[in-house]
């Protein structure tokens, strides 16, 4: 009822399907995909989850998101003593999460059921019909250790991680928002795009993409109702461009998500299969896709059982990082 793992992994199948028969190595998310489906490289697993993910980027010097705990059971949690407000998460990648609110359980989702128009954090009827009782929420939870990355992301990694129940803290800023995303994406250890991610933005139904210097990226196509308006650059801007380019030296491709706190900018996940290759992410605009797709050379010699009149252009092979 919770949890739609078994749509996105039909999703993840079917258009794999149509990848064979008329693939496009033109195209961003079509790479993503390619990586999720034949990359074996042991990193990616290890960073798709958040504990493991954080304890590189800790390894690689950057600022990390402090958890208030980590569990590895339900049974360990202690539920009545947890804090009157945080969120609970699974260390693994999941479209679910769990807001505990004034020691109230909501199905968070992506939050724009919890905000007003102008951004500021509400309990409103429309947040208020996510509301669960203390028994769903420890079976939601449950059901995140039931799942490992190997078998969630149909790809052929190699070895597992155990997943984990992560309590991380409820943020607000001074203006009673909470804390923008910032998703930088790197390409061989230079950060090439900035995508803001926050409740309001998924509201409007936009993409907010900007470059390292923050100039916002023109887009002719577009989803929803985009924001037609400027962003300010998030404090601390500088810091997250030098942990990106420590965190991704040597990885061909990485996403890393930064959390804007009152203490500065902080790593929060690393995501080496973003938005899991959905097609049209995270632009619909067929120049960024293409502008993305070029910064990225991935290996084409699994096209050798596809007849040669169904073959892409052949793009310059190289094989995947070796970064471990």
Not at 198 to 226: D, F, H, K, M, N
Request: glycine share 6%; hydrophobic share 35%.
């Amino acid at each position: 009822m919770f949890n739609d793992e078994k749509s996105l992994r039909l999703q993840v199948s079917w258009q794999r399907i149509k990848d064979q028969v008329a693939p496009s190595c033109t195209e961003y998310a079509w790479k993503v995909r390619q990586r999720m489906a034949h990359d074996t490289n042991p990193l990616w697993n290890r960073i798709s989850d958040t504990v493991e993910a954080q304890a590189f980027a800790d390894a690689c010097g950057a600022k990390t998101l402090s958890a208030l705990g980590t569990y590895q059971s339900v049974d360990d949690i202690d539920w009545e003593n947890l804090p009157a407000t945080c969120f609970l998460r699974g260390s693994q990648e999941h479209s679910t999460c769990l807001l505990r609110y004034e020691s109230r359980w909501f199905l968070y989702g992506n939050g724009d059921a919890f905000c007003d128009k102008d951004g500021h954090f509400q309990i409103s009827e429309c947040s208020a019909r996510f509301l669960i009782n203390d028994k769903d929420a420890k079976t939601i939870a449950s059901m995140w250790l039931t799942t490992s990355v190997r078998s969630k992301n149909s790809a052929m990694n190699s070895g597992y991680v155990d997943p984990s129940i992560v309590v991380e803290p409820f943020l607000l800023n001074d203006n009673g928002q909470q804390p923008m995303k910032v998703r930088v994406y790197c390409f061989n250890g230079i950060p090439e795009l900035i995508e803001l991610i926050s409740p309001t933005i998924t509201r409007l139904g936009g993409c907010a993409l900007y470059t390292p210097e923050w100039t916002r990226v023109q887009q002719t196509v577009q989803c929803g109702i985009a924001p037609i308006f400027d962003f300010e650059r998030p404090s601390g801007f500088q810091d997250m461009i030098r942990d990106s380019m420590a965190v991704s030296s040597g990885i061909d491709h990485i996403c890393i998500d930064f959390m804007v706190t009152q203490d500065g900018p902080a790593v929060h996940r690393l995501l080496c299969t973003p938005y899991r290759g959905q097609t049209g992410t995270p632009s619909r605009c067929p120049d960024v896709q293409k502008w993305l797709a070029s910064l990225w050379n991935v290996d084409t010699t699994w096209y050798n059982h596809i007849p040669r009149q169904l073959q892409p252009e052949l793009i310059r092979e190289q094989v995947w990082s070796t970064a471990a």
